[in-house]
RNA sequence: CGGGGUGUAGUGUAACGGUUAACAUUCCUGUUUUGGGAACAGGCGACUCAGGGUUCGAAUCCCUGCACCCCGACCA
């Protein structure tokens, strides 16, 4: 992508309704555009952002056996009637319209219903069994209060997934698969090493349930967490009885605010039972399934990385996440500089790595700081000076200067980094 | 949903109840520049959120509405 080409625009300030650091930074480098509060348009190098978080999400999710399907948004009244789930004393951030033919649906902000409800369609035999069906979908949550950027919208993307198993052990078994494929995602997002499985309330489905806080002060959650043992425990819970649930013994806990980008639980046979979905094991006796749910909201852990990683300069994007692996700076718009920047542009490009040129006819001092602004990981400044030399100036985001590297040195160091 | 605050060019700010609503930045023209947000000159861009009211006169005071932000509660 030629930079010039770009139709977002960098900006110095932030609008001064955006507080949040998440929100400030994206909006600042033409990641987001804010349309009311807590609902934001997602521009070329935002979506890009959100993609590249998808794919490690979808990756992690087939490698345990998900499959992928994608369920409507507009839910039916009398389904979650089912469930008790419709009323809005029970569930109160329901979003509602009307037909023209006076019928009221909601728009659906979690989806165990429908998914539900699908299955009585597709499952008959205990050899049905397990299966893991998962989407991405944008939820629908009339929050009370959106606030912190994209951490708490009120329309928002979300990865669900539903497990069904035949038994306890078969459930439990899929639960702590799942736990080692959210660590890898949260690994390969960047944040792996300030995420914590956090045990924590079920809310009104389960006793228990597991959570994925990530440290940091612009989290609503405050969890105790042991950095040596990986784990925590959120304080909603933290009690001598959560503690004991838990298997907590006398580690020393820490206090810190979190924002849990996930949350896993079990749902036991809750939906199941309410919606009558049901199979038969070998003697053709019916059960109802075990079912579990599996959620990551992708713009919070997109605005997570930012807060987490982000520094005074802008974004500094982790190399999955990047909207493109490598910023060309093309220190002139013509001669041998713009020559040698187009001619490395599509060298790299030949080799299937994403890169950013930035061809625009500006300063130095906008380029650069437009650079560290958008955060991309590499970059690679064509100048007269190293045009001379035979190099190439090289930089890591968060390096404080560039290094000299030949062709292959550069070619090598890109092809490590680049993922 | 309770409490508090704020609405002025694209963005950030200013303007005692009193000129043609100002400054910076962005953007456009031109000249000179060109390795960490250049200099000069010129220019575009605002019914001051909406609707009422007070006043000779309202961006400014009052009322209503709407929107946004913050704190709290809530977050299945």
């Known amino acids: 992508m030629r930079q010039s080409q770009l139709f977002t625009k960098t900006r110095r300030e932030a609008p001064s309704d955006e507080v949040a650091k998440n929100s400030q930074l994206l909006i600042r480098a033409g990641f987001i555009q804010k349309m009311t509060a807590g609902v934001y348009s997602f521009l070329p190098l935002g979506l890009r952002v959100l993609n590249k978080i ?36 029970v569930v109160d951030n329901w979003f509602k319209t009307t037909l023209k033919n006076g019928n009221v649906m909601g728009l659906g902000f979690s989806h165990e219903e429908p998914l539900t409800d699908l299955l009585r369609d597709h499952l008959r035999s205990f050899r049905d069994l397990p299966i893991y069906p998962y989407q991405f979908q944008t939820k629908f949550r009339n929050e009370m209060r959106a606030k912190s950027g994209i951490l708490r919208g009120r329309e928002f993307l979300m990865k669900d997934m539903y497990s069904f198993s035949k038994n306890e052990k078969e459930h439990d078994d899929f639960y702590e698969k799942a736990k080692i494929a959210y660590t890898n995602i949260f690994r390969r997002a960047g944040i792996g090493d300030r995420t914590y499985i956090t045990f924590a309330s079920g809310g009104s489905f389960s006793k228990y349930s597991h959570e994925f806080q990530m440290l940091t002060d612009a989290g609503e959650d405050i969890i105790y967490y042991n950095a040596d043992k990986k784990i925590a425990i959120n304080k909603e819970i933290c009690n001598s009885e959560g503690l004991k649930d838990g298997g907590f013994t006398d580690e020393q806990l820490t206090e810190a605010k979190s924002i849990e980008i996930a949350n896993i639980f079990g749902l036991g046979t809750r939906f199941s039972e309410a919606i009558d979905l049901k199979y038969k094991d070998a003697e053709g006796t019916s059960h109802f399934p075990i079912m579990g749910c599996y959620g990551i909201g992708v713009p919070r852990l997109m605005g997570s990385i930012v807060e987490a990683l982000g520094d005074d300069k802008g974004i500094v994007w982790p190399a999955e996440v990047s909207p493109f692996a490598v910023h060309i700076i093309a220190m002139k718009t013509e001669g041998v500089v713009i020559e040698a920047a187009e001619k490395l542009y599509k060298e790299l490009i030949e080799r299937g790595i994403e890169v950013l040129l930035d061809d625009r006819d500006a300063r130095a001092g906008e380029k650069f700081g437009d650079a560290d602004l958008i955060g991309i990981p590499l970059r690679i400044t064509i100048g007269e000076k190293s045009i001379a030399e035979g190099k190439y100036e090289f930089k890591d985001r968060i390096a404080s200067k560039d290094e000299l590297f030949d062709k292959d040195q550069l070619m090598a160091y890109i092809g490590k980094h680049n993922v």
């Open 54 to 89: 998808e794919n490690i999400i979808r990756e992690e999710m087939n490698a345990i056996g998900g499959q992928e399907l994608r369920l409507a948004a507009l839910q039916e009244k009398s389904l979650w009637e089912k469930t008790n789930r419709w009323d809005d004393a």
